[in-house]
């Protein structure tokens, strides 16, 4: 993982550093910037962003997991606020101010920008959601664009489909998430150059078996 400090500017006095509980795990190749705060047993999948050093904090709650090539960013006097339980899926961005509640699926490629999301809602792929207020268990269809008040009142509830996908995606991280905290003690595991993975080869008669570091 690659962990950086927050620079000093104008509007910050103070070098902020990343904070991960020591239940979390992320990923040798995602980016955490200033203060950026993971909770317990959440998880960071390869190549996602999470840039505080502008708007700050950015807090990752208790068992959230952030997927691949995920953006996270925020304007200045702003923060971002990810409740626990919740699913960003790949390549998502969300770009704060945002405040999402509990048990929330953002979906693929999907955009979240100056929102506060509802506990139990369900953002479609390749949806937009930005200046606007969703209210608990509100689903927003695949590629649908809100962006004013009237069009958030107007969507239907998160279902029990949706629910139950939630709840599969969430089980599944958490199982990954598992799994790769057993293997960080082993060489294999690092990519990092400091502990390259060389098989050891061991020959039996003419057969020839790769035992993994």
């Known amino acids: 993982m ?6 000093v500017t104008s509007w910050s006095g103070e070098i902020k550093r990343p904070q991960v509980h020591p239940t979390a795990f992320i990923h040798h190749t995602a980016v955490l910037i200033g203060d950026v705060r ?3 047993n959440a998880i960071v999948c390869p190549g996602a962003v999470l840039r505080a050093d502008e708007g700050t904090p950015i807090v990752i ?5 952030i997927q691949d090539r995920v953006v996270m960013h925020c304007l ?9 339980d919740c699913s960003i899926a790949h390549g998502a961005v969300i770009h ?3 405040v999402l509640g509990r048990e929330i699926f953002v979906g693929f490629n999907a955009v979240v920008h100056d929102a506060r999301v509802g506990s139990g809602s369900f953002i479609s792929h390749c949806a937009l959601v930005t ?3 969703l209210a608990e268990s509100t689903l927003v269809p695949a590629g649908r664009m809100v962006q004013d008040p009237g069009e958030a009142a107007g ?5 029990q489909a949706e629910m139950e996908f939630c709840g599969k995606v969430l089980e599944a991280n958490e199982e990954l998430r598992r799994g790769y905290k057993g293997m960080q003690h082993l060489e294999i595991h690092h990519h990092d150059g ?9 020959r039996r008669g003419r057969e020839e078996v790769a035992k993994e570091a």
């Open 2 to 7: 690659f962990l950086e400090s927050s620079p």
């Open 76 to 84: 200045k006097g702003g923060h971002i606020e990810v409740g626990e």
């Open 155 to 159: 969507l239907p509830r998160t279902g």
């Open 194 to 202: 400091l502990h390259p993975h060389k098989p050891r080869i061991r």
């Open 131 to 133: 200046n606007v207020e």
């Open 61 to 65: 709650g208790e068992g959230v997991n």
């Open 96 to 98: 704060g101010p945002c």
């Open 38 to 40: 993971v909770g317990k």
